[in-house]
């Protein structure tokens, strides 16, 4: 019998990945935050995987943070600013030999957990795939991408990568994930808040090409600076494909700030504008585009970080 995969978080990716688990016969269990919302889980009998048009419950058990099973290997898929909160409810569960996979946007997140936890092995994964949710406990599997995993101070591979295969999660274990988490976030800072700030889908930045272009300028001076030189080549190029890529799409901090909900800034372009200021690199682009989102978000009333 493989082991328990537990996940935290049941937004759109944890439960994309809960549902492909389970359909491969891989064991899934679902922490929920409350008896309330595990309550509203059982009535609902499974998570709904909505793929092609296709759509399929699966059972899979959900549980309280305070179920006494202990935790041999967590996927954490919460937001970047409820990660650590949400693991520390957990750490009593937790094996010593524990597992944990930290799918989280941007940057400093994944360190915050880890530095919490320095018996676990935590590995950072980066996820192009998409996916939202229609409805409670129904995902949509949106758009297929992939989702790179690597743990930059133990470089093996894990077995239960096999799990992942099996499940039909594409995936590659990287030697160099630090440089996709850079590359990820350099790319979610140029694209991001300009669709926040201009209120219109990802292609209708077109328009808008030389700011993009002076964005893109100044991240890969931060990437060079921060000693990630390979993250910031082509990153112009790149900023542009996935523009032109996912022209109808609006971005996931436009979707967020358009539900009300807090934003992921600080691991973003925050972290960006921190890591600046900590090299004592002047970029001037960056910095207003930050005065100018935490303007927008105090407008609608929403946490600046």
């Not at 650590?84 to 409810?89: G, H, I, L, S, Y």
């Not at 930290?102 to 530095?115: F, I, P, R, T």
């Not at 935490?294 to 009333?301: C, N, P, S, T």
Request: proline share 5%; net charge negative; glycine share 8%.
């Amino acid at each position: 019998m493989s082991t328990t995969w537990h996940i935290l978080g049941a937004g759109s990716l944890g439960t994309l990945w809960a549902t492909r688990l389970a359909r491969a016969g891989v064991p899934v269990r679902l922490i929920l935050r409350d008896e309330a919302r595990l309550a509203s889980y059982q009535a609902a009998k499974g998570l709904t995987l909505v793929e092609q048009g296709a759509e399929h419950t699966y059972p899979v058990i959900g549980e309280t943070p305070d179920s006494p099973e202990p935790i041999h290997r967590l996927l954490v898929a919460c937001k970047a600013y409820d990660a650590q909160d949400a693991v520390a409810q957990l750490q009593h569960r937790l094996t010593p030999d524990a597992e944990l996979i930290l799918l989280q946007n941007g940057l400093g997140s994944q360190d915050a957990v880890a530095a919490q936890l320095p018996q676990a092995r935590c590995i950072f994964a980066s996820s192009t795939e998409g996916a939202f949710r229609d409805g409670d406990w129904r995902v949509v599997f949106a758009g297929h991408g992939y989702t790179w995993l690597g743990d930059a101070s133990h470089p093996t591979p894990p077995l239960w990568l096999e799990d992942l295969h099996a499940a039909g999660i594409p995936h590659d274990w990287s030697t160099d994930i630090l440089t996709r988490l850079w590359r990820k976030l350099a790319l979610n800072c140029a694209i991001n808040p300009l669709t926040v700030l201009y209120q219109c889908r990802n292609g209708e930045l077109q328009a808008h090409h030389c700011e993009v272009a002076t964005l893109c300028a100044e991240l890969g001076e931060l990437l060079e600076c921060c000693g990630q030189p390979a993250a910031a080549q082509g990153l112009q190029h790149e900023v542009e494909r996935v523009i032109h890529a996912t022209a109808a799409n609006y971005s996931s901090m436009f979707q967020d700030v358009a539900a009300g909900r807090r934003t992921e800034i600080s691991y973003l372009l925050g972290y960006a504008c921190q890591a600046a200021t900590r090299h004592q690199l002047s970029l001037p682009h960056l910095q207003q585009l930050q005065v100018r989102l935490v303007e927008q978000l105090l407008a609608r009333g929403l946490p600046r970080d």
